[in-house]
């Protein structure tokens, strides 16, 4: 497991770059406010390397959890009959995979679809439960996912889904990025302190912390098995 940068660790390192051991122009909620940007503007940036790393799973069968600071029920993922909504977490970005897990129906999938499109529409409109084989579905809203046909069975689900960081808080919470991002995240959040008190230097550290990332998505790719082989100038001839 990577090392992990609490609150604490991470402000202490701003306030290095800031010379300012104890809080004086910046105060503690401002620091706080500043890093859970830098944080999320991080995070957006990781994401685009599409490896998987924010990726969480969840099923029906779950039981009730504390996400974001609110209490979710992993019921919400069943399939239920009659029913034509499920409501993902509400830490939901993204989703990755959704699967059936109930025993005997196993083989029931879920394939995306516009609700707009004609096929969607026309499911839409049928009325009539029926036993489940397959599923059209779409996402609306924040964490809404519309399913047709209407099922005559309730399903339990499994989900892939691709997480939001929370906020820092507490001085214990720790980071969720992969190593070592971290230091992208110091380097913004000095960027927006020293924009806070006009200093020419912040775009010294903005640069500083888009070659962190740039570093970072230039080493190695995180899941290769197989080896990759570079063709020479004249092998084809």
């Known amino acids: 497991m990577p090392q992990a940068k609490s609150l604490s660790d991470i402000r202490t390192a701003v306030?290095?770059?800031?010379?300012?051991?104890?809080?004086?122009?910046w105060t503690q909620a401002q620091m706080l406010r500043l890093i859970n940007r830098a944080k999320?503007?991080?995070?957006?940036?990781?994401?685009?390397?599409?490896?998987?790393?924010?990726?969480?799973?969840?099923s029906s069968t779950d039981a009730s959890l504390t996400i974001l600071g609110a209490t979710y029920t992993p019921s919400s993922l069943q399939v239920t009959a009659g029913g034509a909504t499920?409501?993902?977490?509400?830490?939901?970005?993204?989703?990755?995979?959704?699967?059936?897990i109930q025993s005997g129906y196993e083989?029931?999938?879920?394939?995306?679809?516009?609700?707009?499109?004609?096929?969607?529409?026309a499911l839409r409109a049928v009325t009539t439960q029926r036993a489940p084989t397959a599923?059209?579905?779409?996402?609306?809203?924040?964490?809404?996912?519309?399913?047709?046909?209407?099922?005559?069975t309730a399903l339990d689900t499994r989900i892939y889904y691709v997480f939001r960081l929370a906020d820092y808080s507490a001085d214990t919470d720790t980071l969720d990025l992969p190593d070592p991002t971290y230091l992208a995240v110091i380097e913004y959040a000095t960027a927006l302190a020293q924009?806070?008190?006009?200093?020419?230097?912040?775009?010294?550290?903005?640069?500083?912390?888009?070659?962190?990332?740039?570093?970072?998505?230039?080493?190695?790719?995180?899941?290769?098995?197989?080896?990759?082989?570079?063709?020479?100038?004249?092998?084809?001839?």
């Open 15 to 25: 306030r290095d770059n800031l010379d300012e051991a104890t809080a004086s122009f």
């Open 40 to 58: 999320d503007r991080v995070w957006l940036e990781v994401r685009k390397l599409k490896d998987d790393y924010f990726v969480r799973t969840l």
């Open 86 to 100: 499920l409501t993902l977490p509400t830490d939901y970005a993204e989703l990755k995979s959704i699967e059936v």
């Open 107 to 121: 083989y029931v999938q879920f394939f995306h679809l516009d609700m707009a499109r004609p096929e969607f529409r």
């Open 135 to 152: 599923f059209y579905f779409d996402i609306y809203g924040l964490v809404t996912l519309l399913y047709t046909p209407l099922s005559n």
């Open 195 to 237: 924009l806070m008190d006009r200093d020419e230097y912040a775009a010294v550290w903005e640069n500083s912390g888009r070659r962190t990332l740039a570093d970072f998505f230039g080493s190695s790719a995180r899941q290769i098995q197989d080896p990759i082989f570079v063709s020479g100038s004249y092998e084809d001839w």
